[in-house]
């Protein structure tokens, strides 16, 4: 998917872990620090659609999916969906929207930044030093992601 070969790009172990089996997250970015966003793709909504029950229940089972299997990893809970709003009374607290508008920025981002790595030039070292940096100016590591393009639901 999409998300993936984003989270892959950005130097993320980006996966499904349940290896296409359906049980698992649709998603999952884990860093090196031994963090994990589990990601609930809900693309398919209509932009005028709020986070439902069914989709917040989703997230949360690939989550006990996720505890069960790697309970050593810190979980950052992300729905990938149009918009930030939810229906009345969802206990959303520490769950986090990638919205449409979110997801455009993160991506322009990532396209500025390769623009720029690919204009750098040099040896497979140097490159990889000025990746490091990229990410970090461009808003690109996990934490900054979560800062700069990642929203909490309202509703």
Known sequence: TGIRALGEFLGFSSERLDRGANTGPDNVWRTDDGRIAVIS??????????????????????????????PDLKQILIVAHPSAAKSEHLPTEGVWALTTNGLSALVGATKVMA??????????????????ELLKKYDLTMDAIQRAFLVHFAG
Do not use: F, M
């Open 41 to 70: 793709c809900k693309n398919e909504k209509r932009q005028s659609a709020v986070l439902s029950k069914r989709d917040l229940a989703q997230l949360y089972l690939d989550a006990k999916w996720i505890e069960e299997r790697h």
């Open 115 to 132: 623009g720029e790595l690919a204009r750098s030039g040099g040896t497979p070292s140097e490159l990889e030093r000025k990746a490091r």
